[in-house]
Structures are given as structure tokens and as C-alpha cells.
């Protein structure tokens, strides 16, 4: 009887109520989201699809739709079967049975933990347009019994959506297990070959690409500062000029005292100078041949007969 309603649940997606822990199985398989996102499989996460109108035609529930809440479970290895036979047991707290610190690290782990993804109500058949997922290990390493930790990197993990009742934290519905989702298995950095022989040529390629333009892009901005700083240096240069002694430049030195100058005009001057001055003075004496007596002699009659005549300055001329 059991079996011929579970033929009829997994054909027509009805919901059929077993004899066994009257736990309502729905013909909903989670799987990976189909959206070609990054990172929907990763070492210790997977990204899968929202329950959407999983649960929502379900009828007989414990509790409403705005009461029952949606969780997730994540199995690897054993887990599947430990948590297929912890539900049944209706004294049993499944929320508690295995928590995320200790799920995969017991003595025996239970290799499985719960994590809860929403109310009943908050998943309908309706949705508004948009992407829908739920990742799995998303809050990393915690350290709460349902929180959403981590999975065992490199390990094959199987999930399902369970509806709980909050009142009993019982299992009333659940979906079927997944299929068998491989995690990525990580690399010690060490073994990793980083040669030219393990590089594409595509890689080559577009690393050459880059090399040139950034050579291109540094000669462009030397070029860019010379062109900006031409006018200030020309500017600079124009403003103190520098005259040119053949190949030496040396800066011009211009004093203001200087500038438009006037000659000194002193009458007196200029008379002392004409009364002194005696045309009739060789010019081709040399003084080297003359004696001293000699050329005061001359000089006496000089001022005699020439500076001191009619100069009415002197009381006893020559």
C-alpha cells in the first residue's frame, strides 16, 4: 500500500501520507540552480535551487503555513541513512540530533546537520522575477547547532527540504535526497606546476597583450606631464632673460640706479680746467731725460709767463 502511494506521489507529484512516521513525501528533487553563477560548486559550498512550491499544496499539516518551517538538510556519506532513521522516531528532536560543530567530527559522526531556510508561506508557487537560490555552508565556520556551516571539502554531498512543526521539531514533509553532488577537492599550492610548458598559449597571449599596452600607457603619461609642464618651463624662461655669450648663458644683471644716467655738469669745474690747461705744453717731453733742476725751472717760467699772469687771485706773481 505504501509503495504503490509512494508509485502514485513520484508519478503525479501528489502528495501521499505514509503509514510509517506519517511523514508527507512531495515529488520535488532539489538540485543544483541551473543559473550560471560563480562559485556554484565550490570546495566546501553548493548553491542550490530555493524550495519554490515545494510544500505549498500540502493539506492535513500540523501547522499552517505561516507556522511550519522549511530546513535543509546536508548529508555526506552516511548522513543519509543516520538522518532517514533519526525522523521515525516521533520522541526524537531532529533539530538536535546532529549539530554542525560536532556533525562531522563525532565519535561516530552523524555525518548530517539542519539548517533552516524559511516559513512555509514564503516559498509559493508564485515568485516575483529574479534569482532564487540557497548556499549551502554559506556562514563558513560556526559555531551554533543549525547554523549553515561548512561542508567537508572535497566530499560528495546529498541534500533535502524537510517541513518541520516548531511545536514537536518533527519531520512532516521532506523531499526525496538529491542527486550526489562532488565538491571541489583542493590542491596543495605546492604541487601545482606554474612552467611555461603548463601555461595556454592563450595565457601567453594575452599576457604579451598586456605587457605592451602597459608600456604603451606609462610612455603616454611621460608624454602627457612633458607636454603639460612645456608652457610653464617656456613661460619661466621668457620672464628672466638670459643673454648669450656664445655658447655660455649667464643671467642679466640690470640695477635700477643705473638706468638712463645723466651727466654731472659742474661750471666751476670745467672753468678751473680751462684756466689751468696750456695749449702750449709739449706733449712729447719725456721726463726720463730731465733733470730735476731742469724741470723746475721750466715749470717756474710756465707759471710764470702763462698760469699766473693777469690772475688777480695772487698777491705777488712771479
Same mark, same amino acid.
Given at each position: 500500500m505504501a509503495l504503490a502511494g509512494l508509485a502514485v506521489t513520484l508519478f503525479f507529484g501528489v502528495p501521499f501520507c505514509?503509514?510509517?512516521?506519517?511523514?508527507?513525501?512531495?515529488?520535488?528533487?532539489?538540485?543544483?540552480?541551473?543559473?550560471?553563477?560563480?562559485?556554484?560548486?565550490?570546495?566546501?559550498?553548493?548553491?542550490?535551487?530555493?524550495?519554490?512550491?515545494?510544500?505549498?499544496?500540502?493539506?492535513?499539516?500540523?501547522?499552517?503555513?505561516?507556522?511550519?518551517?522549511v530546513w535543509l538538510v546536508a548529508a555526506v556519506g552516511s548522513g543519509t541513512n543516520n538522518f532517514d532513521a533519526d525522523k521515525l522516531q516521533s520522541s526524537f528532536n531532529i533539530l538536535s540530533a546532529s549539530p554542525y560543530p560536532t556533525a562531522f567530527t563525532g565519535n561516530p559522526p552523524k555525518n548530517y546537520f539542519l539548517t533552516e531556510v524559511g516559513v512555509q508561506k514564503a516559498f509559493p508557487c508564485q515568485q516575483p522575477f529574479g534569482i532564487l537560490y540557497f548556499r549551502v555552508g554559506d556562514q563558513g565556520n560556526c559555531s551554533t547547532p543549525n547554523c549553515n556551516g561548512i561542508l567537508p571539502a572535497g566530499s560528495t554531498v546529498s541534500v533535502k527540504y524537510v517541513l518541520v512543526d516548531p511545536r514537536r521539531n518533527n519531520v512532516s514533509s521532506e523531499t526525496p535526497w538529491s542527486k550526489s553532488i562532488t565538491l571541489y577537492t583542493l590542491k596543495d599550492p605546492a604541487s601545482l606546476d606554474d612552467g611555461i610548458g603548463e601555461?595556454?598559449?592563450?595565457?601567453?597571449?594575452?599576457?604579451?597583450?598586456?605587457?605592451?599596452? *602597459?608600456?604603451? =600607457?606609462? !610612455?603616454?603619461?611621460?608624454?602627457?606631464?612633458?607636454?603639460? %609642464?612645456?608652457?610653464?618651463?617656456? &613661460? /619661466?624662461?621668457?620672464?628672466?632673460?638670459?643673454?648669450? *655669450?656664445?655658447? =655660455?648663458? !649667464?643671467?642679466?644683471?640690470?640695477?635700477?640706479?643705473?638706468? %638712463?644716467?645723466?651727466?654731472?655738469? &659742474? /661750471?666751476?669745474?670745467?672753468?678751473?680746467?680751462?684756466?689751468?690747461?696750456?695749449?702750449?705744453?709739449?706733449?712729447?717731453y719725456s721726463y726720463s731725460n730731465v733733470s730735476p733742476q731742469s724741470l723746475g725751472s721750466l715749470n717756474a717760467q710756465r707759471y710764470e709767463h702763462n698760469n699766473l699772469k693777469d690772475d688777480g687771485r695772487y698777491a705777488n706773481p712771479l
Open positions: 505514509t503509514a510509517a512516521g506519517q511523514i508527507t513525501a512531495v515529488n520535488y528533487v532539489p538540485e543544483i540552480t541551473p543559473y550560471k553563477m560563480a562559485g556554484r560548486v565550490t570546495s566546501s559550498t553548493v548553491t542550490v535551487k530555493q524550495p519554490t512550491c515545494y510544500f505549498e499544496n500540502l493539506s492535513n499539516m500540523p501547522c499552517t503555513p505561516d507556522q511550519c518551517q601555461r595556454s598559449a592563450g595565457m601567453i597571449v594575452i599576457t604579451s597583450i598586456l605587457s605592451v599596452l *602597459l608600456a604603451l =600607457l606609462l !610612455l603616454m603619461l611621460c608624454t602627457g606631464l612633458i607636454y603639460a %609642464n612645456r608652457g610653464k618651463l617656456c &613661460q /619661466q624662461y621668457k620672464s628672466t632673460p638670459y643673454p648669450t *655669450l656664445g655658447s =655660455l648663458r !649667464l643671467k642679466k644683471y640690470d640695477t635700477h640706479q643705473l638706468k %638712463n644716467p645723466v651727466a654731472y655738469n &659742474q /661750471q666751476t669745474f670745467q672753468n678751473e680746467v680751462k684756466k689751468y690747461s696750456d695749449p702750449e705744453v709739449p706733449t712729447k
